[in-house]
């Protein structure tokens, strides 16, 4: 069985500072897609970042990275300076032999001035 | 890039009503619609995987009577909460995946906030 683990109910981070939000995942299938999705107060899921189990090279987009550590089977995401549009609600998700998403319990992300 | 419309995002209904609820990609042809619900401070739970012209499969516990999916084209799917209860207050969110390279990647709706009196 698959399971996404989030480990931080709530992070606070200065504005321009960096902020890691953790990721640990667990799952059989050799072959499996990460994901981090932020949801802002108003609900809609938007889509950050994919990392694919194979990828040799931790994606990054703009100023969101994932920290893929296969090992430990782990899925960091950085977000360099912050801002405060960044506070949201975050998740981690991944998906392994099928389509489904497995969504971890979120972290919620205050950026204050 | 990858829009996903879903459409009301708010409704308020009573009891014993039937809602629909409608979901389109708009730029692209979705290959898969999904469909979840969320309850408040908690996660997003998978209700049901949904393929045009074909019936949608249900994840475990989800009365598949009481949400009707349909997804009559590549680019919409509906959700019809029938005969709905204040129980099934929540937000619903829909997604979409697009194939090709992107294959795997869900791009979501706005959500629906249902509440029914």
């Known amino acids: 069985a698959q399971k996404i683990t989030q480990t931080q109910p709530g992070m606070f981070v200065q504005e321009k500072e960096a902020v890691t939000l953790d990721c640990t995942y667990d799952t059989s299938d050799p072959s499996y897609g990460l994901f981090w999705y932020k949801q802002p107060s108003s609900g809609e899921m938007i889509f950050l970042i994919y990392?694919?189990?194979?990828?040799?090279q931790n994606a990054t987009e703009g100023r969101y990275s994932l920290n893929f550590q296969k090992a430990r089977k782990s899925a960091n995401l950085v977000i360099s300076a912050s801002q405060l549009g960044d506070s949201a609600m975050y998740f981690c998700?991944?998906?392994?032999?099928?389509?489904?998403?497995?969504f971890g319990t979120g972290t919620r992300l205050q950026v204050f001035p | 890039g990858a829009v996903v419309s879903q459409h009301p995002s708010w409704v308020i209904c009573k009891s014993g009503t039937s809602v629909k609820i409608e979901c389109r990609s708009l730029d692209f042809q979705a290959t898969t619609m999904f469909w979840y619900r969320q309850f408040p401070k908690q996660s997003l739970m998978l209700m049901a995987t949904s393929n045009e012209g074909s019936k949608a499969t249900y994840e475990q516990g989800v009365e598949k009577d009481k949400f009707l999916i349909n997804h009559a084209s590549l680019t919409l799917s509906t959700l019809t909460v029938t005969s709905a209860h204040p129980e099934d207050s929540s937000f619903y969110i829909c997604s979409a995946t697009r194939g090709g390279r992107a294959k795997n990647i869900q791009y979501f709706g706005a959500g629906t906030r249902l509440s029914v009196l």
């Open positions: 998700a991944m998906s392994g032999n099928t389509d489904k998403l497995i």
């Open positions: 990392q694919g189990s194979y990828d040799q």
